[in-house]
């Protein structure tokens, strides 16, 4: 999988023969760069994302959703987190940061954690690189809900009914992440 780790470890060995990046800005969170006129934002504490499409024994999705500040809504979202965001998760794997999101977010565990893509997460806005796993038979092992001020409601839909749930979801006003889609289209090819 490529990972931004990766692509940052690129950027510094072949730096001399990449344009000069200017930093206009330095948050906690997020940094605000520009490489030939072009602006684009990079997470200083994180390496990249990971998302999980997470199914029951009993064939039901595991959603989230939450309030979204960017965006101002609720959203409807797989479970999802950033790889080494805090100073305890420094050097954990994908997969390891994959599983501990479902537990935090969902209470839920899985015994299997299977890549279904990496990609870009908005290529023309960040270097942030998404990876999607699918957890096969996740079973409740904790409350869940997130951690800190994350208000997080899970939602278990039969996978049946998934369709039908998303577009109804979407008529009330959630906005729906087109991760879902992607991770069920990646499935699909499996």
């Not at 072949?14 to 490489?35: K, Q």
């Not at 023309?124 to 997080?152: C, Q, R, W, Y």
């Not at 039908?164 to 889609?181: A, E, V, Y």
């Amino acid at each position: 999988m490529v990972s931004t780790r990766n692509c940052h470890r690129f950027l510094e060995e072949y730096s001399e023969f990449m344009p000069d990046t200017i930093s206009h800005f330095e948050g906690r969170y997020l940094s605000l760069r520009e490489i030939d006129d072009w602006e684009f934002v990079t997470r200083p504490n994180s390496t990249a994302v990971v998302g999980i499409l997470a199914i029951t024994p009993e064939n039901e999705v595991i959603l989230v959703e939450q309030f979204r500040r960017p965006v101002q809504a609720r959203v409807l979202e797989m479970c999802a987190g950033l790889v080494g965001d805090e100073p305890e998760f420094a050097g954990q794997s994908l997969a390891e940061t994959a599983r501990r999101e479902l537990l935090e977010e969902t209470g839920y565990t899985s015994e299997s954690i299977t890549p279904l893509l990496s990609s870009p997460t908005s290529a023309g806005m960040t270097d942030e690189i998404t990876h999607l796993f699918f957890a096969e038979n996740a079973t409740k092992s904790g409350p869940g809900g997130g951690v800190g001020a994350e208000d997080i409601t899970t939602h278990l839909v039969p996978f049946s009914d998934l369709a039908s749930f998303l577009k109804t979801s979407q008529r009330n006003g959630l906005l729906i992440d087109f991760k879902i889609h992607a991770a069920l289209a990646a499935l699909n090819l499996m």
